[in-house]
């Protein structure tokens, strides 16, 4: 129990905040406060990403249907969630500043293929799997150039501003947000907010810190439509109400 919690602790605290907080119990240590509360958001985004689009998952899966979920939408995120890992795992980022890139990733292929699969598909969506995983182990086996990689990361800018676009634009000419989960695109917003200065602390890298910057902008445009077609549809069944 000693040595897990230990461990714990030397993932949240540097050995120089270690020594400020529990040997100088200087607890006012502003860089350390900063370089903690870091380490501790990455954590918590990253067991956060765990689960995150599994309710996006499971509500296409219950209703047997990947209606309103537009597929090269989803495939432009997927690219952005891959060059984002593949490029910091390359770079050695500490994992908490974009361990959550690899969960969110399986995620989001598995949604990808779930679209295929109920589009008539299922042929495609084994294809697409096998496809996707040759594809991440070529960019994460050291043999990618990094200028290539560094290339992939920010062509992620245009690339997640047209992705949420594809599927702003879905929403709107359905006049709903068919099976997208207002839990998961929650979830995605708050976790891109906490990640700008996740990436300032932590990688000081302007590329990702632009990337999570492009990304909680256009997350806000999906929650700000989920906000609005709820309302509109709470209003529309009360006037049917009404008239019944």
């Known amino acids: 129990m000693g040595d897990i919690l230990k461990g714990v602790i030397s ?51 219950n209703s047997k249907s990947a209606k309103g979920i537009n597929f090269y939408g989803v495939c432009l995120e997927l690219f952005a969630i891959t060059a984002n890992f593949a490029y910091s795992y390359v770079m050695s980022f500490p994992f908490s500043a974009w361990g959550e890139g690899t969960f969110l990733a399986i995620q989001t292929a598995i949604i990808a293929a779930l679209v ?80 700008i200065f996740t990436s300032i602390q932590e990688t000081g890298d302007f590329i990702i810190i632009l990337t999570y910057s492009v990304s909680t902008f256009a997350n806000a445009a999906l929650v700000l439509q989920l906000l609005w077609y709820w309302n509109a549809d709470k209003t529309s069944k009360n006037k049917k109400k009404k008239r019944s």
């Open 11 to 61: 993932s949240i605290f540097s050995p120089e905040c270690y020594e400020e907080y529990f040997t100088k119990f200087n607890f006012l240590d502003v860089p350390c406060f900063k370089a903690t509360l870091s380490k501790g958001l990455g954590i918590g985004i990253i067991a956060g990403s765990i689960l995150v689009k599994v309710p996006q998952i499971l509500k296409i899966l």
């Open 116 to 195: 295929l699969h109920y589009g008539g598909g299922a042929g495609r969506a084994a294809v697409f799997l096998a496809t996707y995983v040759g594809l991440v182990s070529a960019l994460v086996s050291g043999f990618t150039p990094t200028d290539i990689l560094w290339s992939m990361q920010a062509a992620t800018v245009p690339i997640i501003l047209i992705a949420k676009a594809i599927q702003v634009i879905t929403n709107y000419k359905n006049g709903s947000t068919g099976q997208l989960s207002a839990v998961t695109c929650f979830l995605l917003f708050g976790g891109s907010v906490a990640r």
